[in-house]
């Protein structure tokens, strides 16, 4: 009798610590502070002594669910990303333990952008887009935020933190690419748009805490494409009897530059238009002098083949009211024919993977840096003499082609030296002479102390309309005894030249630094 009391003791011991040891559940919901709803893809993980045991991801309704071993004491570790994480202990002994979490979110905004196509009036129903390519980079930390291919839904969220600028693209096949700046908290700016409609508070999640968090609607529509379609560029404005680009109208010129990039299948005419006032005539080769003054800018600055742009001058021909000659009208209606416009001409079929946003980006970044670093105008020096010779500037002169301007500049010898003692006459100080009469094999070292980087090499001296000058306004240029040199910067020491040389490699991958000491090339 004692011994099968014994066994059942024994037997039932067994049970206890089974049941103690088995898995058991653990599962709940997470929902952010503030009632504003549900968290998905949180993640959610069940520590034992520093040692992960279990791991789970909320579900879009916020759900999450794992197992672990009963009868003992986990630290569970809740988190994610542009919310407070948090950590949680409990001590799971029952078949099915239920936890609820709430998180709050970081100092920054939500921003759900519904697309769909523009609307030609406010009557009109259009059509929801899906199938876009979403991509967002944060220029601040120049990190991709978030890539969306061929996204299937109408909407989609942006998470915007302070003390950072985002670019946002959306690309659609048959539309025209939506490009939209948004800076958090920078330059004093709270919460700025550019490239975007109406941006309104949401209706239940309006700006809270001193306006530190909050969610934000808007509605972004794309053009449709089309040959002929018309898109007006804002305030790029002239003097009186005039075409020469006026600085403030730059500003409106590099967004055309950022359009054409993000569209480069695009063919444009830039139509130039006047009002009535003076003669037809004289209005219409002022406007033809217009256009060809802006694309000239756009070609030269933002290195677009001349065959994806054209110009065209209507002057007074297509008025879009009805201040004609004789009418009398008030300013803001001349105003409004003073217009400068992009006609779409020609759509190229998309060949090959579409360029990324944080490659554009870079690429962007690049042409800013290297804006930066590049020295003081372009140094030629002959075997004759030092002589420093004023670069020729690109500006936008009445003529059709880059080669044109480049052979109509003048070149001024400046800061002439004699020469050495090789019995030579002196040079001629402020001689004129054309770009073209230049000898360009006579380039010698720099007579220049420092380091500077090389982004090029060649056997022969580039033309004078090569890109190369067209991209780096401020190019040097010597000949080291077998090939020339092109380079930009100019650097006291080498650590500064390597700082800026990393981000030089991206675009030239050949290049390399180059020292001057005592006015000779370092081997």
């Known amino acids: 009798m004692r011994i099968v009391f014994l066994v059942l003791v024994i037997v039932s011991s067994f049970a206890i610590c089974d049941s103690f040891s088995q898995a058991k559940s653990v599962e709940g919901y997470v929902f952010e502070s503030g009632n504003r ?39 569970m570790e809740v988190s994610k990303q542009y919310f407070y994480g948090m950590m949680d202990t409990i001590f799971v002994q029952e078949q099915k333990t239920f ?28 059509d929801q887009i899906k199938g876009a390519l979403i991509e967002v980079y944060n220029n601040t930390t120049k990190q991709s935020e978030l890539v969306l ?38 330059n004093g700016c709270l919460l700025c748009f550019e490239g975007i409609g109406r941006v309104d508070p949401g209706i239940t999640d309006n700006l809270t805490e001193n306006n530190q968090n909050g969610v934000l609607l808007a509605n972004v529509e794309l053009d449709s494409l089309f040959r002929g379609k018309k898109l007006q560029i804002n305030n790029l404005y002239y003097d009186l009897g005039k075409w020469d680009i006026k600085e403030e109208a730059q500003d409106e010129l590099q967004k055309v530059i950022t359009m054409m990039n993000d569209n480069p299948h695009l063919k444009i005419e830039l139509g130039s238009h006047t009002d009535s006032r003076g003669s037809s005539a004289s209005n219409l080769e002022l406007s033809k002098k217009r256009a060809r003054s802006a694309v000239n800018y756009l070609r030269s600055r933002g290195q677009i083949p001349s065959w994806r742009i054209n110009y065209k001058g209507y002057g007074e021909e297509e008025l879009v009211n009805a201040c004609v ?30 360029k990324s946003l944080a490659t554009m980006k870079q690429e962007e970044f690049m042409d800013e840096l290297l804006a930066e670093i590049e020295s003081e105008g372009v140094i030629k020096v002959t075997a004759d003499g030092t002589t420093k010779i004023q670069t020729p500037k690109i500006e936008t002169p009445e003529t059709d082609s880059i080669a044109e301007v480049v052979e109509e500049q003048e070149v001024v010898f400046e800061d002439v030296t004699e020469v050495d003692d090789s019995g030579m006459e002196n040079f001629r100080k402020n001689a004129e002479v054309k770009v073209d009469e230049l000898q360009f094999d006579d380039y010698v070292q720099l007579q220049e102390d420092g380091y500077k980087i090389v982004i090029k090499t060649s056997e ?12 780096h306004n401020k190019l040097s240029v010597t000949f080291d005894g077998k090939e020339f040199l092109y380079t930009i910067g100019k650097f006291t020491t080498e650590g ?12 030239y991958a050949d290049a390399y630094i180059i020292q001057y000491k005592d006015g000779v090339l370092v081997d």
């Open 149 to 186: 291919e061929d996204y299937q839904d109408h909407e989609f969220k942006v998470n915007l933190q302070k003390g950072n600028h985002y670019t946002i693209l959306i690309r659609k096949k048959g539309y025209l690419a939506k490009r939209m700046e948004a800076f958090v908290n920078v």
């Open 99 to 126: 936890l609820k979490y709430e998180l709050k979110r970081e100092p920054g905004y939500v921003f759900e952008i519904t697309l769909a196509e523009a609307r030609t009036s406010e009557d009109v129903v259009v």
């Open 37 to 75: 709803g549900y968290l998905d893809n949180v993640t959610v993980r069940a520590l034992d002594r520093g040692n992960e045991v279990a791991s789970a991801v909320t579900d879009p309704s916020g759900y999450f669910a794992m197992e672990v071993p009963g009868n003992n004491t986990y630290v």
């Open 325 to 354: 000659d004789g009418v009398k009208c008030e300013e803001e209606e001349h105003a409004r024919n003073r217009r400068t416009e992009l006609k779409i001409v020609g759509i190229e079929e998309e060949v090959g993977p579409r």
């Open 496 to 507: 500064d030249a390597m700082e800026f040389f990393n981000t030089v490699k991206l675009e």
């Open 460 to 471: 022969t001296a580039l033309p004078p309309d090569d890109m190369l000058w067209k991209k």
